[in-house]
């Protein structure tokens, strides 16, 4: 890992301590010491895991990257490239674009979506309590559980965006708003189509009045949204 790599994770360390300030979690300096103390212990042990390859990244994702390089990058966006969903694919394009290690690209965005996964959950906790330890306790056992870790550090893999999505679309509806609940759980579903086993709260949403039947229609316009930069760039429209 070089020095751009730990600079990187410097900066989604640093982002994700100012999160929680912003979120007025952090109401004491001894506050910001400990959970300044607790991310970067969080990211020391990620650091470890950027160099690990794995299979399905010298297989398909380093090689998805390399075909953007080599044509054109998002010009390329209509070839019919890799089995993940485009908006994922989007980012790798991105990636080929970036002369940094695309392994070390790949698992910093999974770990950005931990950081937000993380805050998502604590948010979640901060709807039924007031109590400024259990949400931090929450974000920092998303932040340290062992699969959050392993799937995006260590494996490379991006299950922690759609989830992200997924929570904070709970988290939004909760909060009586659900159309930006619902534009949120058509990105998780746009990312990945496991998605699918969460949607299915949204009845229960619906029916408690968290929200609108009209709301519903937000979620094929944003899933088209999203799909409309490789659709542009040539890529058949059904297959998306």
């Known amino acids: 890992m070089d020095a751009v790599t730990i600079t990187i994770l410097l900066a989604i360390a640093a982002g994700a301590l100012v999160l929680l300030y912003l979120t007025g979690v952090l109401k004491r300096p001894e506050h910001v010491v400990i959970c300044a103390a607790l991310i970067a212990g969080a990211f020391v042990i990620r650091g470890f895991c950027m160099n690990h390859v794995t299979a399905d990244y010298e297989t398909f994702l380093s090689q998805w990257v390399d075909y953007y390089r080599q044509n054109g990058g998002f010009a390329a966006l209509g070839d019919k490239i890799g089995n993940y969903n485009l908006p994922y694919l989007y980012f790798l394009c991105l990636f080929s674009y970036i002369g940094i290690n695309d392994l070390y690209l790949i698992k910093a ?24 330890a259990k949400r931090l306790s929450a974000f920092f056992l998303v932040l340290y559980w ?22 904070l679309s709970i988290y939004l509806a909760l909060k009586n708003r659900g159309a930006a609940a619902m534009v949120c759980i058509a990105v998780s579903f746009a990312f990945k189509l496991q998605a699918v086993f969460v949607m299915p709260i949204f009845v229960v949403l619906l029916i408690g009045r968290r929200v609108k039947l009209w709301h519903f229609l937000l979620f094929p316009v944003t899933y088209v949204v999203l799909m409309l930069p490789a659709v542009l760039a040539g890529y058949p429209l059904l297959d998306t």
């Open 146 to 167: 062992p699969t959050v870790i392993l799937n995006g550090a260590y494996w490379g893999q991006c299950d922690s965006i759609y989830v992200a999505f997924a929570v």
């Open 109 to 132: 965005l999974s770990i950005i979506f931990d950081v937000i996964l993380a805050w998502g959950g604590m948010q979640l906790v901060g709807l039924y309590t007031n109590s400024t």
